[in-house]
């Protein structure tokens, strides 16, 4: 099993990012993909799932209204497409299946 995840990205105040999860090594539609980052210093934090069988979604509070979560069942892609970003959204942002985790994207907010 594997989660291959875009590149680092550098974004400015306000700007978007979408973080893409490309898997393989197992059937795509029958596990949740979870979104989790870190902050330098600060506990994993879970923003929120997918299944991509269903396209169905569930967003943690904290995240409601900034971010979106799709998958690609031709591709096995999920993507995480955060807005509005702040400096405060500064992290590694992972994806995760129950069992198996990417490596994690790099994202940096800063004017």
């Known amino acids: 099993v594997q989660l291959v995840q875009s590149g680092a990205e550098l974004r400015n105040p306000g700007a978007s990012v979408m973080i893409s999860c490309k898997t393989s090594g197992y059937t795509f539609t029958l596990e949740y993909i979870h979104w989790v980052r870190q902050s330098p210093g600060q506990r994993l934090e879970w923003m929120g799932r997918i299944d991509p069988e269903e396209g169905g979604t569930k967003t943690a509070r904290n995240f409601q209204g900034r971010v979106t979560f799709t998958a690609d069942t031709s591709t096995n892609t999920a993507y995480l497409d955060l807005s509005a970003l702040k400096s405060e959204d500064t992290a590694v942002y992972y994806c995760?299946?129950?069992?198996?985790w990417g490596k994690g994207t790099l994202v940096t907010v800063s004017s």
């Open positions: 995760t299946t129950k069992n198996n």
